[in-house]
């Protein structure tokens, strides 16, 4: 299964009113999306087997009613510092291709309808190969929702890829 590009998401927002559907997430004070199409569930945490020798941002896997999915932890994919689950953590079951899922974040916000006029998309140096996930931005009010494209994001040749880029960042903004 393909990820509509930013073209194709733009003609299937005129067909419907000029509006799509994200189901906002947060990773501490940001705001994130993804497309409501791409997501199976939301669950609490499941209960997680460790895996030994992945790379850091894959927490395990889990049993998702008789079928194992790996978890992969978007605090640790996008660089931010590890913490504890508590009552707001979720896992926002997801499936990419023929592949399904599991990212864990810190809350889950809302399904929100967003105009298309109050989405931009992202601009050219922050769609450079190693933040390609980023579809656009949407402005809400007084806050801004980067929207994230599942494919671009959590294909499994990237999201070493991705990790990096995120731990250069880090890096770079700490010196």
């Known amino acids: 299964m393909q990820e509509p590009s930013n073209s194709a ?7 419907n ?3 799509a559907q994200f189901v906002g997430f947060r990773l501490e004070d940001q705001e994130y999306a993804f497309r ?6 939301i669950v609490i945490l499941p209960q997680i087997t460790h895996t030994p020798q992945v790379p850091a941002y894959v927490e395990g896997v889990s049993n998702l009613r008789g079928t194992i999915i790996p978890i992969i932890n978007l605090r640790c994919l996008f660089g931010l510092e590890s913490r504890p689950a508590d009552r707001e953590s979720r896992t926002i079951v997801v499936n990419v291709g023929e592949r399904t899922m599991g990212c864990t ?5 809302q399904v929100i309808r967003i105009p298309a006029e109050s989405i931009q998309p992202a601009p050219d140096m922050i769609t450079a190969d190693q933040t390609g996930y980023i579809t656009g931005f949407a402005k809400l009010d007084d806050r801004i929702l980067v929207i994230l494209n599942i494919n671009e ?4 040749d990237k999201l070493d890829q991705v ?3 995120a731990i250069h960042d880090t890096a770079t903004s700490e010196m």
Not at 9 to 15: F, G, Q, T
Not at 153 to 156: I, Y
């Open 36 to 41: 409501i199409e791409q997501i199976q569930e």
């Open 9 to 15: 998401l733009s003609e299937s927002m005129v067909r």
């Open 105 to 109: 974040v810190d809350a889950v916000t």
């Open 153 to 156: 994001l959590l294909e499994p």
């Open 17 to 19: 009113n000029n509006t």
């Open 163 to 165: 990790q990096r880029a």
